[in-house]
């Protein structure tokens, strides 16, 4: 195996590729007009991205006679949601950790709360008219060191004890070949549930939806606070929206929040997108559109793209201080970014060789149970929505349909599910947080790195890796 760089081809930053294809696919459109002046309106929601777009469509479709507007800090789709890995799949491979978080049948109903939300995904991102590369094929993960053999049995036998056998179908050697060869690869599950899609394009096509539904868009319109009453105020730079329900769907900027800084940590993923290599992606007989993703804790996620090109991902970027979300770690670490790239060099060796169009970062909200959760602030009618823990695609549409239940005070199947009624575990204080996380953080990779070239990592990593399990936490365990 050649010696992998420890800097990538291209230093990190924004936009993502999928960000500004989707901007010069639209023709670069003008913004929407930013607030100017004082609106009043039955619902007023921050944050253009899934969770935003999603909400504003379902209130729409559900109570027509809401009147509904939507801020955005900058241009709907610039965050998270335009610059993911364009996975799609609910919670089917989350059974594991959901079960003992959860329980059985919690577990059971958000997975099959992710299967309705990858129907409405999958109705929307193929109607007539829209180009958003919606690719459905199932969900492949990988072992691709020996030490991560053993996570393809606790995804069978979990599958099997729940009574849903075949939503986690195990793959030897010679079946995962038959979906990608790579000579890294070891055996593997089969998840029949996943899809691709282009994140970006995604996000605008909800943009032009929400606008042809009615909703009122305000882009480069960030909102500086917020005050509860009756109704609720929101100011912003140049405006203000008088609104008796508010939803907070900023997604990182939330941790800040007083009620939501003890459950959610601010890491990082990163991606890179490839130069079109189509012929080199036949070769190694990747010929249909599974997602694949490695069996580590700090993943690697990666997928094809409808033009021949790969995007692989590494979720081992950097964590944040006290969820401060300017730190430029989160979008311009080099060491995150070359992890990324030695993961496509790894991973894929057919690809040595092939250009790197890209490289971004960007912030996740991971929760104390890596699972998204959506409540209204006790005793105002200000609702919110995030967690999501760098898996949020499928996700933000069920955040979409909680959070319009919650603005409607109404129990039905979305604000029934655990992800609006469980009891949240409270992480570490700061500066423990941090300062563990990055100690945790450093353990586990080193062990993974370790792992992947048939070692053994030191003393101290292990012991670091070791520290979440010791003190019972639901994150950071592998
Ligand atoms: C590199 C990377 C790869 C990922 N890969 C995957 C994947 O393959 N599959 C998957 O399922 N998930 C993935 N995720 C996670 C997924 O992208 C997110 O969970 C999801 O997009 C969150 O959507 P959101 O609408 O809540 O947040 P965002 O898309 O971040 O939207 C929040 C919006 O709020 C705006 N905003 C913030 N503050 C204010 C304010 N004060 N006023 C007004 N607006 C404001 C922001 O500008 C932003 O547009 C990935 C994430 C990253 C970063």
Redesign the pocket.
């Known amino acids: 195996m050649p010696q992998l760089s420890d800097l990538p081809s291209t230093s990190p930053g924004d936009p993502s590729w999928w960000f500004s294809d989707a901007m010069r696919a639209e023709g670069n459109e003008p913004a929407s007009p930013a607030l100017n002046g004082q609106i009043t309106v039955d619902v007023a929601i921050?944050?253009?991205?899934?969770?935003?777009?999603w909400t504003a469509l379902a209130l729409r479709e559900r109570a027509p006679q809401l009147s509904v507007a939507l801020?955005?800090?900058?241009l709907?789709?610039?965050?998270?949601?335009?610059?993911?890995?364009?996975?799609?799949?609910g919670y089917w491979a989350s059974l594991a950790g959901m079960a003992a978080n959860i329980g059985a049948d919690g577990a059971l109903a958000v997975a099959r709360a992710g299967t309705r939300a990858q129907d409405a995904i999958r109705a929307f991102a193929t109607a007539p008219g829209r180009d958003v590369w919606w690719r459905e094929a199932g969900n492949v993960r990988v072992a691709a060191a020996p030490a991560q053999d053993a996570k393809i049995k606790l995804y069978a036998d979990t599958a099997k004890r729940l009574g849903v056998p075949d939503s986690a179908q195990p793959l030897t050697p010679e079946q995962v070949a038959d979906y990608c060869r790579s000579p890294v690869f070891r055996g593997g599950i089969y998840l029949p549930e996943g899809a691709n899609v282009h994140?970006a394009r995604l996000?605008r096509a909800l943009r032009k939806a929400a606008i042809d539904a009615g909703v009122s868009i305000y882009e480069n319109?960030?909102?500086?606070s917020v005050v509860a009453g009756s109704p609720n105020r929101i100011s912003t730079p140049r405006g203000e929206i008088i609104a008796r329900e508010v939803v907070l769907?900023?997604?990182?900027?939330l941790a800040k929040r007083p009620e939501i800084r003890a459950h959610v940590s601010v890491f990082?993923?990163?991606?890179l997108m490839t130069e079109p290599a189509p012929d080199k992606l036949a070769a190694m007989g990747w010929n249909r559109d599974e997602g694949i993703a490695d069996l580590r804790m700090f993943v690697h996620?990666f997928r094809k793209t409808a033009d021949g090109r790969v995007l692989m991902?590494s979720g081992s970027g950097p964590i944040s201080f006290g969820g401060n979300t300017q730190d430029p770690s989160l979008t311009t670490d080099r060491a995150s970014a070359a992890r990324a790239e030695k993961g496509l060099r790894r991973l894929l060796p057919a690809l040595a060789d092939v250009g790197i169009a890209k490289i971004?970062?960007?912030?996740?909200?991971v929760s104390s149970d890596r699972l998204p959760f959506f409540r209204t602030v006790p005793g105002t009618r200000i609702h919110y929505?995030?967690g999501?823990s760098?898996?949020?695609?499928?996700?933000?549409y069920m955040?979409g349909q909680c959070l319009a239940s919650l603005v409607l005070g109404v129990k039905d199947e979305w604000s029934s599910l655990p992800l609006c009624t469980r009891d949240l575990p409270a992480l570490p204080p700061e500066p423990f947080r941090a300062v563990g996380g990055r100690l945790v953080r450093w353990g586990i990779i080193g062990c993974e790195e370790a792992e992947e070239k048939s070692e053994s990592a030191g003393f101290a990593m292990r012991a670091a890796a070791a520290i979440p399990k010791l003190f019972g936490l639901r994150i950071g365990t592998r």
């Open positions: 921050v944050g253009g991205g899934f969770t935003g777009l801020i955005e800090a900058s709907c789709g610039c965050g998270a949601s335009g610059k993911n890995g364009g996975k799609v799949h994140p996000a319109t960030p909102m500086s769907a900023t997604n990182i900027e990082s993923s990163y991606a996620y991902g971004w970062g960007g912030g996740i909200d929505g995030c999501y760098g898996h949020g695609v499928n996700p933000t955040g």
